[in-house]
């Protein structure tokens, strides 16, 4: 994918270590969920170009280079040979003719949009944690990422990533240029998916897909990242006036599609 260099507003330009080089800089360090959100405006307005996206993580995975790193699944690790990467492509491949069958099965609405979409079944799989796929999670709403971000906590601190991707077309939006493919979860999942409604749910991943590229870098969604934020101790973050969304809400029991999803992990 293309490599963007974002535009810093300039009172944060000091706090970056390298403006050109977000991803091996340092976060820039945020006091609550209010701050946050007026911070992430002056970034919205000084990237006009690109539509924001957002991705909340535990901690911040820094590859050997110094560098955050933002790999779908698929690709993950320091170094995945030929041969594990297609056996990996061979079991994202088994579990999508097992989902399509399940969808036609159930007769779930939609099944027929499933069954002749690929990037459709990898993004139900994906979103639905069944098994590594090339597509990468995040979400348009910012609290949220937050939330997310709180959500498997390992350390005293949480972080937030910002994304500019081009602006969406479809439900299914691809843009050569920039070689991404943007999938709006809440367009393409059938109405009985409730959890990427509550997680507002978008899956994004490089032009033409494949386990044959040049650079495993271009694979990699630092190239599109604009900011990145560090949170402090939950409790002092969100405050009084703001709080996370609860885990029920993020991953709805009553889901019927994580029902179906979790026959196939189970085959």
């Known amino acids: 994918m293309r490599h963007i260099i974002p535009t810093i507003p300039d009172e944060y330009t000091s706090k970056l270590d390298d ?16 701050e946050l959100v007026e911070v992430v405006a002056k970034f919205a307005y000084h990237n006009k170009d690109s539509l924001l996206f957002f991705r909340g993580q535990s901690r911040d995975y820094v590859n050997k280079g110094g560098s955050s790193s933002f790999y779908p699944t698929i690709y993950r690790g320091e170094y995945i040979s030929h041969s594990e990467l297609r056996n990996r492509f061979d079991i994202l491949n088994g579990c999508s003719k097992a989902l399509v069958e399940l969808f036609e099965g159930e007769g779930i609405d939609g099944y027929k949009d499933v069954k002749r979409r690929q990037l459709i079944q990898w993004s139900i799989l994906q979103h639905y944690e069944v098994c590594d796929t090339p597509l990468l999670d995040f979400t348009h709403s910012l609290r949220v990422a937050c939330s997310f971000a709180y959500l498997k906590k390992n350390s005293e601190n949480a972080f937030v990533s910002m994304f500019g991707f081009p602006y969406l077309t479809n439900r299914i939006s691809l843009n050569s240029e920039h070689d991404i493919v943007n999938v709006r979860l809440l367009s393409i999942c059938p109405p009985k998916a409730y959890r990427p409604h509550f997680q507002e749910g978008y899956l994004a991943g490089t032009d033409e897909i494949t386990y044959n590229y040049d650079r495993k870098s271009e694979l990699d969604f630092n ?14 973050f969100w405050g009084r006036n703001f709080h996370k969304i609860p885990v029920a809400s993020l991953y709805p029991k009553s889901d019927p599609i994580k029902k179906l999803c979790d026959k196939i992990s189970d085959m």
């Not at 800089?25 to 209010?34: A, D, H, M, N």
């Not at 190239?223 to 002092?236: G, S």
């Open 19 to 34: 403006p050109a080089k977000i991803a091996s800089s340092t976060p820039l360090k945020i006091s609550s969920f209010r």
């Open 223 to 236: 190239n599109r990242l604009i900011v990145k934020f560090e949170l402090p101790d939950e409790k002092k």
